[in-house]
């Protein structure tokens, strides 16, 4: 599967069929535009029992992705078991903090423990926000990693999900983690120079 954010405000979904086709599906984000997407971990909703012998609807892991957009939100989708895609409205987005400008880029981390994702997005304002939500269907809560003093374009965590790389609009990419406390450090910045 293949999914890719659009100005027109749809994310298209295409998955690979076993005839060697392809197939489209439509999510309907916003209209002003969505810049960004990212496919939530394979592991990312575990059962809360034991793995079972045989799978049962509730081992069933549909596929996830959070997009990002040019209304300032970012929003989580859910596959439903009929194919068609919908806003996870049973995992709500905490109102305590968010972006003001234009959301220009989304990652959900790498599944570390069981039903504990997080999320990192990054915005014009200056802003980068990582949402993490404790338990299935438990509401994101979003923590301000850091106001930078201009636009944010891109994040990316690392393999182990944590360590975050953020690149800025002043030509500048730097590396944050997460303390014990929660509370993220900057660890090195790593600036532009081309000198010949």
Known sequence: MVAAASSDGRVSVLSHQSDNSWTVDYIQDNPLGVNAVSWAPHGAYHSDSAVPSEPTAEAVEYPRLVTGGCDNRIRFWIQQENGQWQEDTNAPISKETSHSDWVRDVA?????????????????????????????????????????????????????????????????????????????????????????
Do not use: Y
């Open 108 to 196: 959900w981390a790498p599944s570390i423990l069981p039903n504990v994702n997080v999320v990192a997005s990054c915005s014009e304002d200056g802003t980068v926000l990582v949402w993490k939500q404790n338990g299935h269907q438990a509401e994101w809560k979003p923590t301000l990693l850091h106001a930078f003093d201009s636009p944010v374009w891109r994040v990316s965590w690392s393999v182990t999900g944590h360590i975050l790389a953020v690149s800025s609009g002043d030509n500048d990419v730097s590396l944050w983690k997460a303390s014990i406390d929660g509370s993220w450090h900057q660890m090195e910045t790593l600036e532009e120079s081309l000198q010949s």
